[in-house]
Structure formats: structure tokens, C-alpha cells
């Protein structure tokens, strides 16, 4: 059983960033291919970037590319989701997952779930 533990979150005005980190309690997690989607009020889940194992390759929804990377540390066990130029559009609760395999980009695919952390950015 993998436990996702998230931080970083907070409140910044709209062309700042943020580095978010997801802390992972599986050792073996260079074996987890690992992504972060998020949610605002009244919307669904939607995928924000997947980074896969081993070699990390990386994949970004549309809306966050060039803005936001994915990045790993597997000694650390740690994903991070560095994000710049936020939009007030970003504003959302912000979660890891985790996966064995190859990266995937629907929530069904990721069994493993963070808590989540709050994004909010202000215009």
C-alpha cells in the first residue's frame, strides 16, 4: 500500500509560482510511474502532468504546458509539480497518484490518491 503525502500549496497572485511536492512512503517508488491531477469547485478531476518510471518521461495536459514541470527524485521518494505563470484558472485542489506501469492520464488508471493540497491564485 503506497501513502502519497502532499505539500506546497497555498495563495499567490496570478504570474507567480509554486512548487508542489508529494511525498511517497513506498520505497521502491523508481517503480511507480506517478501524475497529479486536480479539481476546482464544481468540476471534475482532470489530469495535470504524469511522469513514468524509470526513465521519467513526461506528459502535461495542454492547459499547463510550458508552464508547469513534473520532476522526481526517487531517492527522496518525492514527485514535485513546479508551477509558473499561475492563472486564477489554476486554482484548484491540487492531488498525487500513483501507479505501477507505464504513465497514464485518467483517474480510473491510479489507485494510489494523495490528501491534496489547495492551490489558490488570486487575479
Known amino acids: 500500500q503506497v501513502q502519497l503525502v502532499e505539500s506546497g500549496g497555498g495563495l499567490v497572485q496570478a504570474g507567480g509560482s509554486l512548487r508542489l511536492s508529494c511525498a511517497a512512503s513506498?520505497?521502491?517508488?523508481?517503480?511507480?510511474?506517478m501524475a497529479w491531477f486536480r479539481q476546482a469547485p464544481g468540476k471534475e478531476r482532470e489530469f495535470v502532468a504524469a511522469?513514468?518510471?524509470?526513465?521519467?518521461?513526461?506528459y502535461y495536459a495542454d492547459s499547463v504546458k510550458g508552464r508547469f514541470t513534473i520532476s522526481r527524485d526517487n531517492a527522496k521518494n518525492t514527485v514535485y509539480l513546479q508551477m509558473n505563470s499561475l492563472k486564477p484558472d489554476d486554482t484548484a485542489v491540487y492531488y498525487c497518484?500513483?501507479?505501477?506501469?507505464?504513465?497514464?492520464?485518467?483517474?480510473?488508471?491510479?489507485?494510489?490518491w494523495g490528501q491534496g493540497t489547495q492551490v489558490t491564485v488570486s487575479s
Open positions: 497518484a500513483a501507479r505501477v506501469g507505464a504513465r497514464r492520464r485518467t483517474t480510473q488508471d491510479y489507485p494510489y
Open positions: 513506498e520505497r521502491t517508488l523508481i517503480t511507480y510511474s
Open positions: 511522469i513514468s518510471w524509470g526513465a521519467g518521461s513526461t
